[in-house]
């Protein structure tokens, strides 16, 4: 196909049968696509096509058709013609980085729209100025079936709504338009048993349906008597397929077949334990139950909760932590939003639109505030909570109502409600549990509405004063409460329902705020202001304290914050024992702002900084130069202390949509650490020459993830000592070995050998060691790191390494456990790496320990027969304050 000749200029109007023809959406001079700044679409990834160099901030409808898709950022648009031509405009390069900032959409998603029509405008200099280039793509997404024929010819103008840019025509044998018969005619069926915890919960499900977008065919899951189409997450859920469940999946369309497998492969990779959403074994608000263990004490097996004795309640913990406090009532007065539309159902929807809007902002900065600082739990809350926003089951209700003269406050109330009684009726405690989620959005949607018409006081609860001690007391938070109250003035939660898996417990465990749920309908019966005292870790709440018990519990408190305080005092000073042995006290990080509480908690250096922040929330990997920036920022930050960097370890399990990786049916075992450089070696070699650019060298060491033997370190030290050279770098960065399997603890002689040092795991290690998924609720309790079998290979790790001359840390969760730190001190351990805050509690361990005696005690519990014991040996000779 030959472009345009001046001579033959195109018409909107010469286009013959079966020929298409597109006019320009954008005002600007003619670019060809093999120019395109970004080789996605300059190599026709997206379609063949064309693109504009815009100087009008304005994108109208190249052609008649119906808006297929328009990007939540307002970004782009795709557009599809009545013969079945699927056109793309793309606004910008990167731009959806912008988050929608500049971009103000003019036409929805299904909207039918005429040639010229207005569909996105955008502000020229705010694109400008924040992406790599302003250079929009017109392209043919399905040229699988329509070639360009005709084109402008290149450096030549268009104008928007005028200029003839592309001549599209169906190609030979390829079926341009889809009948409803042929629709039909092509089903394809296929049933899948899901056998991941948790079954068809909300993150499969949104997964699931953007496995299919783009493509020519329409999906519908059936489970039983219901069903529900892929693309509405709340009809999914609303089916009730948990773990074990064989659904069907039913394709209809061109590509049904790619269609459903794509579904299949996205819910068969679903891991347990993701996202805080394990299935949860306690859930009813029963008398008596057994509490989840603290961080600490995980390892110890959860004892009964006493009875329910007078003028206490008893329920689950979701947050360990003790509280004296008043209650505090925080359910939020009823939003009764006014059944009539005030006006026209045009306006009332454009007033929908907008709170949808707002909402969906105030989300969207949540997750980026999570994200940045680590809470990555909390961050996948608030993504699923934007995923539900634009469910069409949602949305086209509530449509449907403000169509009948409905207000968009009460036909959005009504649409959630219909959802949340479809969940409630599923026998399924977890997934029943989402509707807690679909009240938030009611309630966010609702005060974005009432804000918008001025009556925002409506709010209630949302705007009282706390006293400075408040025990708040809910039936259910939601996640939009936690990210609106005053942390500082909270002293704990306490709920009549919920679960230990739900949202609310989730960012509670985050956010250090002790919280209980399930303690049943009683506790509405307890009068607001009424001073109670919590025990979470024992699953209490007194409401009717003595005032020996407010005193001793008060007593414990200032005990703690005392001791808090003293260790924070001395936690700039180096750690040694009575004896004077020196014990390094190291923080893991994952975050430049871990980094400067590191710093301020008295860390001596970085034992473990968690990369995978880098490689998450974003729509393609870093690129050297992110790399090299964000480790040189930690790096100042740390003020000449030294960061040792683990390089990345993501599989299967966990959310990186663009490594595109196969499931796994047990990702712990699959392409985790260094094996995925296996399959994407880019990654890693990106990520070693940014790590091998900070400067100074020595400020940072390597640490490689998940290594099983000997080979893959040498290979590994060989390829980094090349990109050292090509860096024209003269010095030897130091690389250590993560020791996270079995096989790499009993070989530890071997790789310090080529090794600078040797970090244990003891999360992985553990888990592997006991074959006991430490993500799985019923199993916490026993995966316990203080096993005289872990503790075993621990000790063979240091005497491998001692060979050598290497010193060994422990950088997973037992460093911070104080029942293990004189244990591992005793094993030979010289790092122990913890949380940024457990820096000082730690340091004030080492101090009061006796080295020889934790060098005799250590070799004497390797003979004990289970972590129980090992914990009670420890606790007689070094009890805990």
């Not at 169509?403 to 599923?426: H, N, T």
């Not at 019966?525 to 919590?534: D, H």
Request: net charge negative; charged share 25%; with cysteine.
């Amino acid at each position: 196909m030959e472009r345009i000749q001046e001579s033959r200029l195109m018409s909107p109007d010469n286009a013959t049968e079966g020929r298409i023809v597109l006019i320009a959406p954008l005002s600007g001079p003619v670019v060809p696509l093999a120019s395109v700044p970004d080789p996605v679409f300059s190599e026709g990834l997206f379609g063949d096509g064309i693109a504009v160099d815009p100087l009008v901030g304005r994108l109208v409808s190249p052609c008649d058709g119906t808006v297929m898709h328009l990007a939540r950022t307002g970004h782009a648009v795709t557009l599809q013609t009545a013969e079945g031509a699927q056109v793309l405009v793309h606004i910008g390069i990167d731009t959806v980085e912008l988050n929608g900032k500049g971009f103000t959409p003019k036409v929805e998603q299904g909207a039918q729209v005429r040639r010229g029509d207005l569909l996105i405008e955008f502000d020229l200099d705010v694109v400008a100025c924040n992406a790599p280039s302003l250079v929009s793509v017109i392209a043919v997404a399905n040229s699988d079936a329509f070639e360009v024929v005709e084109r402008a010819g290149y450096a030549s103008h268009a104008e928007a709504g005028e200029t003839p840019l592309l001549v599209l025509r169906a190609r030979e044998g390829a079926v341009a338009a889809t009948s409803v018969a042929e629709v039909v005619t092509n089903e394809v069926r296929r049933s899948v048993t899901l056998t991941h915890a948790g079954g068809l919960h909300a993150r499969p499900a949104a997964r699931a349906r953007e496995a299919v977008r783009g493509i020519d065919a329409r999906v519908e899951v059936r489970y039983g008597e219901r069903k529900a189409a892929i693309e509405s997450v709340v009809g999914l859920l609303g089916l009730g397929a948990g773990e074990g469940a064989t659904i069907e999946l039913v394709g209809l369309g061109h590509e049904a077949q790619k269609a459903v497998d794509a579904v299949a492969n996205e819910l068969l990779r679903e891991a347990p334990g993701e996202g805080g959403e394990a299935p949860a074994r306690q859930l009813s608000p029963a008398p008596v139950v057994a509490p989840v263990a603290s961080a600490a004490g995980a390892g110890v097996a959860a004892q009964q909760a006493p009875r329910s004795a007078p003028g206490t309640l008893i329920g689950v913990c979701a947050a360990p932590g003790v509280a004296v406090g008043k209650l505090v009532r925080w359910d939020d007065a009823e939003l009764e939003p006014s059944e009539l539309a005030s006006g026209p159902s045009s306006a009332e929807s454009r007033l929908l639109d907008k709170a949808v809007a707002s909402v969906d902002g105030e989300l969207d900065a949540s997750v980026r505030a999570a994200s940045q600082r680590g809470a990555i739990g909390e961050a996948g809350i608030f993504q699923m909570h934007r995923v539900l926003l634009e469910d069409p089951t949602l949305i086209d209700a509530a449509r449907d109502l403000i169509s009948l003269g409905k207000s968009a406050g009460f036909a959005w109330r009504a649409s959630i409600r219909e959802q949340i009684a479809v969940l409630g009726k599923v026998d399924d405690p977890l997934l029943a549990e989402r509707a807690a989620d679909l009240r938030d959005l009611e309630k966010r949607v609702l005060r974005a509405l009432a804000n918008a018409n001025g009556t925002g006081n409506a709010m209630g609860a949302a705007q009282r004063e706390l006293p400075e001690e408040a025990v708040l007391a809910a039936d259910e938070f939601t996640p939009s409460d936690l990210a609106s109250l005053d942390r500082k003035r909270v002293t704990a939660l306490v709920m009549a329902r919920g679960g230990a898996t739900s949202h609310a417990a989730i960012i509670a465990r985050q956010a250090g705020i002790p919280a209980l749920v399930a303690l049943g309908d009683a506790l509405h019966k307890i009068e607001e202001g009424t001073q109670v005292v919590v025990d979470a870790g024992a699953g209490s709440l007194a409401f009717a304290p003595s005032p020996q018990d407010v005193e001793r519990a008060r007593a414990e408190k200032q005990r703690l914050a005392g001791v808090r305080e003293a260790n924070r005092r001395t936690s700039h000073e180096a750690a040694a024992t009575r004896d004077g042995h020196a014990v390094e006290v190291a923080a893991n990080i994952a975050t430049l702002e871990d980094a400067r509480t590191a710093v301020e908690n008295g860390a001596d250096s970085v034992g473990l900084l968690r990369t995978e922040l880098m490689f998450i929330h974003r729509q393609a990997a870093p690129t050297v130069d992110e790399h090299r920036e964000g480790y040189q920022a930690i790096a100042e930050a740390l003020g000449g202390r030294t960061a040792i960097i683990r390089t990345l370890d993501v599989g299967a399990d966990k959310e990186v949509d663009y490594l595109t990786l196969p499931p796994e049916p047990n990702p712990a075992l699959g392409l985790r650490g260094i094996r995925l450089a296996q399959v994407r070696p880019d990654l890693l070699d990106d990520q070693l020459r940014g790590l091998l650019a900070v400067e100074p060298m020595g400020a940072v060491r390597i640490l490689l993830p998940m290594v099983t033997d000997v080979g893959e370190l040498v290979r590994l030290r060989e390829r980094i000592d090349t990109f050292a050279r090509e860096a024209g770098r003269t010095g030897r960065i130091e690389v250590g070995v993560m020791i996270e399997v079995p096989s790499a603890a009993l070989l530890a002689d071997q790789l310090a050998r080529h090794a600078d040092f040797l970090s244990i795991g003891t999360n992985d290690l553990t888990q592997y060691t006991l074959a006991m998924d430490r993500c799985q609720p019923d199993l916490a309790a026993q995966a316990d790191g203080l096993h005289p079998a872990v503790l075993r290979l621990v000790s063979i790790a240091v005497e491998g390494a001692n060979k050598h001359g290497k010193w060994v840390g422990v950088c997973g969760a037992l460093a911070g456990d104080p029942l293990a730190v004189p244990l591992l001190i005793g094993l030979g351990v010289t790092e122990l790496s913890v949380d940024p805050v457990s820096v000082p509690s730690i340091k004030a361990r080492v101090r009061k320990l006796d080295y020889s005696q934790c060098r005799e005690r250590a070799f004497e519990v390797l003979a004990l027969e289970s972590a129980q014991a090992v914990r009670a040996a420890s606790r007689a000779h070094w009890p805990l304050d």
